[in-house]
């Protein structure tokens, strides 16, 4: 007989104003609870949208982690995060049978029909841990766009994220990788031979019958907004972990993965419903305007290095189109009700 699995979501989230609504609404809609949000090192309105939610919504659970900055060594932040967040999970009445950790750009997507995370492990008669692995969209490079559509294609990654069962003894534990002596019967679900346990040997042809949709780029001034964060565990004004705008799509084979027209549809027509009852409409909107900001600032910081500063960034400015993104973030922030009130 089928079981109502309980599988608990932790993400961890600085700068995700723009996109922390979507990323909750989706994976309410497959069945996650608790949603545990870990909020940092934001100067958006991302804590204030966790607060909100979990104010209103039982299923979520906010931690304002900005105080563990200041106790937890910078470069141990992630990790002794996952693990607060384990702590309290260990102390609830009704405990979870799953876990997984995602960021806010990874979107766990069932490809079998299935309208649940737990209908989903029922098919798969309840393994240990089951591997998925990234499939990059080739449709959201639009500004803000909804990247659930019909016609879904996408390219297929090597590295992948990680359901696992609650309750065993974790030897190791990241954002893609965990590992316990429990664990015994483990699902790649792309079928791919494992390269260490983060990521499979290559990228698969296809991901299989589950993935997780990553936005890695989003559109270009998005990405170059990602950028501008930069590294929390040093000084270095930009983010080193993306090798060039959209290179995946650039260099990778691309996959259709049909979605469901009508599954992609009622998604996108319940979203701006849920956002207006939960009254936070306003705060994506400030959080997309602080997005455009973002990559204004980034832009200009880049253009104003020299070429010796600018070297060590070479590969995350791979293919960006500088032009274009001066040009739609002056064009947005000279009329921001006009492009940036467009929901989803």
């Not at 679900?189 to 346990?197: A, D, I, N």
Request: glycine share 6%; charged share 20%.
């Amino acid at each position: 007989m089928s079981k109502n699995f309980k599988v608990a979501l932790v993400a961890i989230a600085a700068n995700e104003a723009a996109y922390m609504a979507q990323f909750v609404y989706h994976h309410l809609r497959m069945g996650f609870s608790p949603i545990i949000l870990m909020t940092n090192n934001s100067e958006d309105d991302t804590a204030v949208m966790a607060a909100q939610m979990a104010a209103r919504l039982p299923e979520v659970i906010h931690i304002d982690a900005d105080p563990w900055r200041e106790v937890w060594p910078i470069n141990e932040f992630q990790k002794r995060a996952y693990q607060l967040a384990l702590h309290m999970i260990d102390g609830m009445q009704v405990k979870p049978d799953y876990v997984m950790f995602l960021d806010v750009d990874e979107f766990w997507v069932p490809l079998t029909g299935d309208t649940t995370v737990s209908a989903y492990i029922n098919r798969h008669d309840a393994p240990d841990t089951m591997m998925f692995n990234w499939v990059v969209p080739d449709k959201d490079d639009a500004p803000f766009s909804n990247a659930f559509v019909p016609d879904f294609v996408g390219v297929p990654h090597n590295h992948m994220k990680m359901l696992w069962r609650y309750g065993g003894t974790v030897t190791v534990l990241n954002a893609h990788v965990v590992t316990a002596p429990e664990f015994q019967r483990e699902i790649v679900v792309s079928g791919r031979p494992l390269t260490g346990r983060h990521a499979t040997l290559g990228a698969p042809d296809h991901p299989g019958n589950g993935m997780i949709l990553h936005q890695m780029f989003r559109s270009l001034p998005e990405y170059v907004a990602t950028l501008e964060r930069g590294n929390p565990a040093d000084d270095r004004p930009f983010k080193m972990n993306r090798w060039g705008f959209r290179h995946v799509i650039r260099t990778g084979k691309k996959v259709s993965v049909p979605l469901g027209p009508e599954v992609c549809k009622a998604w996108e027509h319940d979203f701006p419903i849920w956002l207006e009852r939960l009254g936070l409409s306003l705060l994506l909107i400030a959080g997309r305007r602080n997005a455009i900001e973002r990559a204004a600032r980034g832009l200009e910081l880049y253009l104003s290095m020299t070429e010796a500063d600018r070297e060590p960034y070479r590969n995350p400015f791979l293919f960006v189109d500088f032009d274009a993104v001066q040009g739609f973030v002056s064009q947005t922030l000279s009329d921001p009700v006009r492009h940036l009130h467009r929901i989803p």
